[in-house]
């Protein structure tokens, strides 16, 4: 029986995705995304993919860094049992942790490929507690004008919930204008901020009071100082009431016992593409147990979860909505990186209805995904 769980196959194939329009952060600007896809197969012939995306926030994931690592991962681990996917996925982060895009999407694959052969669907082996999810809509830190142009056609296809990409590099008043922009395009959305590590904390906190003076809502603000400024956040903890969310600050779950321990942030964007299942898990209870432990000694807000993505086709996003339903903690989602990208070849996974995700019906093993 455990012969047909070996992990027998590995393949990796780096794509280049060119995207619709330019994505434009504090970070830089991409029109394209240097991915690799990977195909994991088991002795017994179950299936399973996953996706490396290349970031700019992460510049040194590039296609070869990710095709290597890969392949040295597949070395050191053919024909380990799938089963014991715990001990599996520990020992690709020792063995290539430095290439944390490429573990995830080696763990990815191996998830998928071990439920299909176990066949059960991915996000019933995570919870199961939904089949559908809300996603927003990014927009890139581009003029007023054009963030203006880019909500009012979010609008029309359905979406209420934005997050504005920020850039502390420029004038102040650039990034008042694009809230500003964006309210007036859509009067009734909910706005979220992304910094991108950009801000300082005196930028921070003119940018929120200007906010305040215009009367437009700043829902949460994700990532403002550079990542693990630990120092910063926890200089801002006491003078600033719009909710922090960490990013880059947290990839590990020591990284997120840190930011929880010291109520340096509200919550914690978790991306699969980056942390994987197993540490993005672990990152969520460490936020859960310390709020826990905090709320049994004082009043406190529980944590805010979101899931988020880098640049994956739907062939890599597919986990992270699978298993935002299976564990149904989310406050936000921002998995709209098959919106950002041209076409790709792909069947299955989800089906998107403007901002809505839905798991196809009925739920086939696995992610039900595959290349095209």
């Given at each position: 029986m455990q012969e047909k769980f070996r992990l027998s196959v590995l393949r990796v194939v780096p794509v280049r995705w060119p995207l619709r329009r330019p994505f434009v952060t504090s970070l830089g600007a991409k029109s394209y995304s240097d991915n690799v896809r990977v195909m994991a197969r088991l002795s017994g012939g179950a299936t399973g993919y996953g996706e490396a995306s290349s970031s700019l926030a992460m510049p040194f994931q590039t296609?070869?860094?990710m095709s290597a690592a890969l392949?040295?991962?597949f070395?050191?681990?053919r024909g380990?049992?799938?089963r014991d996917i715990e001990k599996i996925v520990s020992a690709a982060w020792r063995l290539e942790g430095k290439y944390p895009t490429a573990v995830a999407a080696f763990e990815t694959a191996l998830w998928d490929a071990l439920s299909r052969a176990l066949g059960m669907p991915f996000s019933v082996l995570w919870g199961g507690a939904s089949t559908t999810i809300e996603t927003l809509m990014s927009v890139s830190a581009v003029d007023p004008e054009e963030v203006s142009a880019r909500v009012r056609a979010g609008r029309r296809r359905g979406f209420r919930l934005f997050k504005l990409k920020l850039n502390g590099h420029e004038p102040p008043e650039r990034d008042r204008a694009r809230l500003r922009a964006a309210h007036r395009a859509c009067p009734r959305g909910r706005f979220l901020a992304d910094a991108n590590q950009s801000y300082s904390p005196e930028n921070l906190s003119a940018?929120?009071?200007?906010?305040r003076r215009d009367g437009l809502s700043v829902e949460v603000l994700e990532e403002p100082f550079k990542k693990r400024s630990w120092a910063a956040l926890a200089s801002v903890r006491a003078t600033v009431r719009t909710?922090?969310?960490?990013?880059?600050s947290v990839q590990t779950p020591a990284d997120a016992r840190r930011a929880a321990r010291g109520r340096l942030a509200r919550g914690v964007n978790v991306k699969l593409a980056k942390s994987g299942l197993l540490r993005g898990h672990h990152i969520l209870r460490e936020f859960w147990g310390e709020d826990e432990r905090f709320r049994r000694s004082a009043a406190s807000p529980r944590p805010l979860f979101m899931i988020g993505c880098m640049a994956e086709s739907k062939l890599g996003l597919a986990a992270s909505v699978h298993w935002a339903c299976g564990l149904g903690v989310f406050d936000y989602a921002d998995l709209d990186s098959d919106l950002l990208l041209k076409p790709t070849p792909c069947r299955g996974g989800y089906v998107r209805r403007g901002p809505t995700l839905s798991l196809p019906?009925?739920?086939p093993p696995g992610l039900g995904v595959e290349p095209a």
């Open positions: 296609a070869a860094n392949r040295r991962l070395h050191s681990l380990s049992d799938a940018f929120l009071a200007a906010a909710p922090l969310l960490l990013d880059e019906r009925p739920l």
